[in-house]
T-cell receptor
Framework: GAVVSQHPSRVICKSGTSVKIECRSLDFQATTMFWYRQFPKQSLMLMATSNEGSKATYEQGVEKDKFLINHASLTLSTLTVTSAHPEDSSFYIC????????????FGEGSRLTVL | KNEVEQSPQNLTAQEGEFITINCSYSVGISALHWLQQHPGGGIVSLFMLSSGKKKHGRLIATINIQEKHSSLHITASHPRDSAVYICAVRFGWTSGSRLTFGEGTQLTVNP
């Protein structure tokens, strides 16, 4: 099946620094990628939807200047958490959708961010 | 409001037992997904359903469109089945509409 790779799997950073998380589709072209955030014992929360070559669409309440999403190629989307604060500590996971859109879901392995 | 409800929230079973996890949703959907989230956090898509029943190995997923209900069954459960199982629903009638996730069911299978 299709593979989505996410990196890094774990990252620890200091408050005020920026962290970049990458999401790559390894064997298909991902025209659309989704970024989710998950707090402990809670369900996935959609942060934004990114389409290759265009600006991401952010969900209500998600700060676009804080969570920068870039989808510059059909195989790579990045999420950058800028000026990270301890409350940004969470599990971030991406999923990708290829063309033709069959509705199938392909998820990355997730990235656990800890901001000190 | 489009809602997805899963039950039970937590489930503990002995190895070999038959497991059922339920998912109910509020309005019409175009597809329902069952996902498995491993302890490390990675998510695997188990099934995508729009009607009927699907089987893969020891896993069976069913959906009743009229009753707006789906079940995930695990036969001959094994400790390696321990994970969080998530029901995700695509409300509306297009494959592009957003997903709504259930809260998940934490399954623990003891040897």
């Amino acid at each position: 099946g299709a593979v989505v790779s996410q990196h890094p799997s774990r990252v620890i950073c200091k408050s005020g620094t920026s962290v970049k998380i990458e999401c790559r589709s390894l064997d298909f072209q991902a025209t659309t990628m989704f970024w989710y955030r998950q707090f402990p014992k809670q369900s996935l929360m959609l942060m934004a939807t990114s389409n290759e070559g265009s600006k991401a669409t952010y969900e209500q309440g998600v700060e676009k200047d804080k969570f920068l999403i870039n989808h510059a190629s059909l195989t790579l989307s990045t999420l950058t958490v800028t000026s990270a604060h301890p409350e940004d500590s969470s599990f971030y996971i991406c999923s990708a959708r290829g063309e033709p859109n069959t509705g199938e879901l392909f998820f990355g392995e997730g990235s656990r961010l800890t901001v000190l | 409001k489009n809602e997805v409800e899963q039950s039970p929230q937590n489930l503990t079973a002995q190895e070999g037992e038959f497991i059922t996890i339920n998912c109910s949703y509020s309005v019409g959907i175009s597809a329902l997904h069952w996902l498995q989230q491993h302890p490390g956090g990675g998510i695997v898509s188990l099934f995508m359903l729009s009607s009927g029943k699907k089987k893969h190995g020891r896993l069976i997923a069913t959906i009743n469109i009229q009753e707006k209900h789906s079940s995930l069954h695990i036969t001959a459960s094994h400790p390696r089945d321990s994970a969080v199982y998530i029901c995700a629903v695509r409300f509306g009638w297009t494959s592009g509409s957003r997903l709504t996730f259930g809260e998940g069911t934490q399954l623990t299978v003891n040897p």
